[in-house]
T-cell receptor
Framework: KQEVTQIPAALSVPEGENLVLNCSFT??????LQWFRQDPGKGLTSLLL?????REQTSGRLNASLDKSSGRSTLYIAASQPGDSATYLC??????????FGAGTRLTVKP | NAGVTQTPKFRVLKTGQSMTLLCAQD?????MYWYRQDPGMGLRLIHY???????AKGEVPDGYNVSRLKKQNFLLGLESAAPSQTSVYFC??????????????FGQGTRLTVV
């Protein structure tokens, strides 16, 4: 059974800092991994999708990497802004097409 | 472009009542999912479907049933609601392009309270 863990659970940084969010999973036989953002009381917004054959994906100030063999993914946010404050969730899709989530990292970027 | 639409957005039930949550997607996606999210926790998979007429159990299926009679709709049923089922429910859908799974899209959620 796939277990997904996100560390840290919460993070507070001053504006402008570069930061890294971590996601680990126990079963390396994955189909893809997706990072989401969730604002309070809202749904999930997709940020980046990494296929199992890929090593990284980039979108603007966001870069996500995937190391399947070690069961890890990182989300790098460059030059953080107060508008980046949200909960960040990673989801791992297995070969059975079920999609499992970590508990998320709650990010606060202080002006 | 509606994407994934969940109905209703809010609902209050009494213990023992039944209800059905509807998820509709207009993107012709094969895969559909139902999750619940509780405070301080990530999303937990209840049931999912890999195509019309198919369903499969996720992490927390007990107390729920699902049906996928039409490709665009995925229904989540609570036969006898319990306070432990108070949660925010999210539906998602995704498709494939050749051998590649595409990104998942989520609805805005249904906030359910069981009293």
């Amino acid at each position: 059974k796939q277990e997904v863990t996100q560390i840290p659970a919460a993070l507070s940084v001053p504006e402008g800092e570069n930061l890294v969010l971590n996601c680990s999973f126990t079963d390396s036989a994955i189909y893809n991994l997706q990072w989401f953002r969730q604002d309070p009381g809202k749904g999930l917004t997709s940020l980046l999708l990494i296929q199992s054959s890929q090593r990284e994906q980039t979108s603007g100030r966001l870069n996500a990497s995937l190391d399947k063999s070690s069961g890890r993914s990182t989300l790098y946010i460059a030059a953080s802004q107060p508008g980046d404050s949200a909960t960040y969730l990673c989801a791992v899709r297995g070969w059975g097409n079920d999609m499992r989530f970590g508990a998320g990292t709650r990010l606060t970027v202080k002006p | 472009n509606a994407g994934v639409t969940q109905t209703p957005k809010f609902r209050v039930l009494k213990t023992g009542q039944s209800m059905t949550l509807l998820c509709a997607q207009d993107m012709n996606h094969e895969y559909m999912y139902w999750y619940r999210q509780d405070p301080g926790m990530g999303l937990r998979l209840i049931h999912y479907s890999v195509g019309e007429g198919t369903t499969a159990k996720g992490e927390v299926p007990d107390g729920y049933n699902v049906s996928r009679l039409k490709k665009q709709n995925f229904l989540l049923g609570l036969e006898s609601a319990a306070p432990s089922q108070t949660s925010v429910y999210f539906c998602a859908s995704s498709s494939t392009q050749g051998l590649m799974n595409t990104e998942a899209f989520f609805g805005q959620g249904t906030r359910l309270t069981v009293v």
